[in-house]
T-cell receptor, first 113, second 112 residues
């Protein structure tokens, strides 16, 4: 069966520090991968998605970036965190591009102080 | 373009009473529709999905939803609420060649 791992679960970082959140999927090949952010009291915002190694699409301009160094690994990064980067970050994967559900990791609660 | 509107940001019910969470969508194609549940500080769990088969879809934990094309709705229901149902619920649409689009979420509160 397929599983998705996301870590760390919680993170407190000072403003201006770098960020690296990692997500890996097991039990499937060539998944579509996604990073979402959920700010307090708000819905989900798609940040990045990837349909293959090295293929990253950004949905919103910001100081975050994403990389996919391996087929089932998706990394969210920042060189310098802002206070506004605080939120709940969710990684997800799906089998194919069209009309299919996504499966979510357990999320990372990021607090920038 | 596709969009999803969850008509209630908060719904409060008493334990043992029915649950209705409303969702309307807009899509240019024949969409797939999903309901997800999120408990505090957890990821999203798929409750049920509609993918152009039967219009009444049964999901986990006693939830079901009915796809009504004429009303562009996909409301989530449960006959009898349980305390463990208290969570945030998201209606999601996916159409041809597009990403998942999430509604704003509905927070369900269950009173004892």
């Amino acid at each position: 069966s397929q599983t998705i791992h996301q870590w760390p679960a919680t993170l407190v970082q000072p403003v201006g520090s770098p960020l690296s959140l990692e997500c890996t999927v097991e039990g499937t090949s060539n998944p579509n991968l996604y990073w979402y952010r959920q700010a307090a009291g708000r819905g989900l915002q798609l940040l990045f998605y990837s349909v293959g190694i090295g293929q990253i699409s950004s949905e919103v301009p910001q100081n975050l970036s994403a990389s996919r160094p391996q087929d089932r690994q998706f990394i969210l990064s920042s060189k310098k965190l802002l206070l506004s980067d605080s939120g709940f970050y969710l990684c997800a994967w799906s089998v194919s591009w069209r009309n299919t559900e996504a499966f979510f990791g357990q999320g990372t609660r990021l607090t920038v102080v | 373009a596709q969009s999803v509107t969850q008509l209630d940001s908060h719904v409060s019910v008493s334990e043992g009473t029915p649950v209705l969470l409303r969702c309307n969508y807009s899509s240019s194609y024949s969409p797939s529709l999903f309901w997800y549940v999120q408990h505090p500080n957890k990821g999203l769990q798929l409750l049920l999905k509609y993918t152009s088969a039967a219009t009444l879809v049964k999901g986990i934990n006693g939830f079901e939803a009915e796809f009504k094309k004429s009303e562009t709705s996909f409301h989530l229901t449960k006959p009898s609420a349980h305390m463990s149902d208290a969570a945030e619920y998201f209606c999601v649409v996916s159409d041809a060649g597009n990403m998942l689009t999430f509604g704003g979420g509905t927070r369900l509160m269950v009173k004892p």
